[in-house]
């Protein structure tokens, strides 16, 4: 292994591990070494990807802990001292959104993706950091969306705003953190493929294209795609990046709403065309 990405002797947290994107990086921060706290309220599906990393040799143990509930937080970060005495990543990627058009959005239901999605980011940061700030170092991985940043329209107004604080509370932990050797990054993801999504095109066979016509990479994402990234930003390789909004999406961000991704045909004379009527 090269050493530059070796995690051995780390000890890295992450949410949602039971499946997707939190399961896709805890499987590969454990290959290259790294012992994981699996945090999922499928236990179940958790289980079977610590006995993955059990299968590497690596230490692994399962928490069904309430990651929008800052006291279960508080407890299992407990439980973490107790079981490895440190802590030198945090994935905070689970999460719950809420689809409502914005004039039928219940405030109860607001109250609810912003105590899952900032309240519970920033308690699970909090717990994290403290620990990692004792040592000297560490590095957080938050997890956002491309509706951290743009409009996504289509009901995602809570999700929007509890995403879009995400990317500010990554910003200014790693103002108060970095000089302090802990790192704080945020990834943004269009759209990943997951059972829900999965759920969703399966109801709605126009809805996959319609997403991909908007990414130039022309497919949506996979839970793979984190893995490298994850990596990177856990390990030594990374340690000058901090404060950084990381699109993983395809190019989505990089084309302009208008724009034409490069595997559609273009219009070269009637490109010309207008451009000489405008002269």
């Not at 290259?32 to 309220?41: E, F, S, T």
């Not at 994935?91 to 309240?119: C, F, K, M, T, Y």
């Not at 045909?265 to 490109?271: A, C, H, L, T």
Request: a negative charge; proline letters at 4%; one cysteine or more.
């Amino acid at each position: 292994m090269n050493r530059l990405f070796d995690l051995t002797n780390k000890v890295a947290v992450v949410s949602g591990a039971a499946q997707g994107m939190g399961q896709a990086t805890s499987l590969a921060l454990a290959e290259c070494g790294a012992d994981v706290v699996l945090i999922d309220r499928n236990r179940d599906g958790a289980e079977a990807t610590a006995d993955q990393i059990r299968s590497q040799g690596r230490r692994a143990i399962v928490s069904e802990a309430n990651v929008s509930d800052p006291e279960a937080i508080a407890d299992l970060f407990h439980q973490v001292d107790t079981e490895f005495g440190r802590v030198d990543f945090l994935g905070n990627i689970a999460g719950d959104g809420h689809l409502a058009r914005p004039e039928e959005l219940a405030i109860a239901d607001l109250h609810s993706v912003l105590q899952n999605l900032v309240v519970g980011r920033f308690a699970m940061c909090q717990e994290a950091g403290r620990r990692m700030l004792q040592q000297g170092r560490g590095s957080i991985m938050n997890i956002g969306s491309l509706a951290s940043s743009t409009a996504m329209g289509r009901g995602h107004i809570a999700y929007s705003m509890a995403m879009g604080a995400v990317i500010q509370m990554t910003r200014e932990l790693s103002t108060e953190w970095s000089h302090r050797g802990v790192r704080v990054n945020c990834v943004t993801p269009a759209q990943v493929v997951n059972p829900s999504l999965t759920a969703r095109m399966k109801d709605d066979p126009t809805l996959e294209g319609r997403f991909v016509h908007g990414i130039p990479a022309g497919r949506l994402g996979e839970p793979r795609d984190i893995m490298g990234l994850a990596v990177l930003l856990a390990s030594d390789a990374s340690e000058w990046i901090t404060g950084a909004i990381i699109p993983m999406d395809g190019g989505n961000m990089a084309m302009n709403a208008g724009g034409t991704p490069g595997h559609e045909p273009y219009r070269v004379q009637s490109f010309k065309a207008e451009k000489k009527s405008a002269t």
